[in-house]
């Protein structure tokens, strides 16, 4: 159980050594460097959005989102494994959702490895449907299922 209500913000240059250790953490196979996310924070807010999820001042979460004309990407979503299952992935993908439909996307698109089975029950209850594979896409034999949810609808 979280101790307090979880609230969401802007991600901010300085929360980058908190945001990395999670992402080595979360992604064992290929954690983004502390570079990616610099090079992904200097393109807000021109195509990017990227939000932390905090509990008290502690980061339990970040998420980030590309959008471009009417397409918007996930860009990477994480949740702090003691806190996982507790519905923060679903708000954390709900705000980019909100973020994309603010911006004018009509539908979001996604990648996920075909193995993980929690981004992908995520993704299911959050509306996603498969339109793709695209083979060996992170290592041979690590496939990239693509995803992609339609945004249209009342902001
Ligand atoms: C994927 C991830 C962000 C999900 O975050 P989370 O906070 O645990 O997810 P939530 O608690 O919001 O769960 C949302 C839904 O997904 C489903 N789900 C999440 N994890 C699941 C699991 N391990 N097994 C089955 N279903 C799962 C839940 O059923 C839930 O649906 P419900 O509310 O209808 O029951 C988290 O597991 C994570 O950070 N994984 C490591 C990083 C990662 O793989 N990111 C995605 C890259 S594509």
Same mark, same amino acid.
């Given at each position: 159980?979280?101790?307090?209500?979880?609230?969401?913000?802007?991600?901010? =240059?300085?929360?980058?050594?908190?945001?990395?250790?999670?992402?080595?953490?979360? *992604?064992?196979?290929?954690? =983004?460097?502390?570079?990616? *996310? =610099?090079?992904?924070?200097?393109?807000?807010?021109?195509?990017? =959005?990227?939000?932390?999820?905090?509990? +008290?001042?502690?980061?339990?979460?970040?998420?980030?989102?590309?959008?471009? +004309?009417? /397409?918007?990407?996930?860009?990477?979503?994480?949740?702090?494994?003691?806190?996982?299952? &507790?519905?923060?992935?679903?708000?954390?993908?709900?705000?980019?959702?909100?973020?994309?439909?603010?911006?004018?996307? #009509?539908?979001? *698109?996604?990648?996920?490895? /075909?193995?993980?089975?929690?981004?992908?029950?995520?993704?299911?209850? &959050?509306?996603?449907?498969?339109?793709?594979?695209?083979?060996?896409?992170?290592?041979? +034999?690590? #496939?990239?299922?693509?995803?992609?949810? #339609?945004?249209? +609808?009342?902001?």
């Amino acid at each position: 159980m979280l101790a307090e209500t979880p609230s969401l913000r802007a991600m901010h =240059w300085s929360d980058l050594p908190a945001v990395h250790a999670m992402e080595v953490e979360c *992604f064992r196979h290929d954690p =983004w460097t502390v570079e990616a *996310f =610099w090079s992904e924070l200097a393109q807000v807010p021109d195509t990017r =959005w990227y939000a932390v999820m905090c509990v +008290g001042q502690e980061i339990v979460g970040y998420a980030g989102v590309m959008v471009v +004309g009417a /397409d918007a990407d996930v860009q990477t979503i994480a949740v702090a494994p003691k806190v996982q299952g &507790q519905g923060l992935g679903a708000a954390l993908l709900q705000a980019l959702h909100d973020h994309a439909r603010q911006r004018g996307a #009509s539908r979001i *698109f996604l990648e996920v490895r /075909d193995d993980n089975a929690s981004a992908l029950a995520l993704y299911d209850t &959050q509306g996603y449907e498969r339109t793709g594979v695209r083979t060996n896409y992170y290592a041979p +034999g690590a #496939s990239a299922i693509v995803m992609m949810k #339609s945004l249209a +609808g009342a902001l």
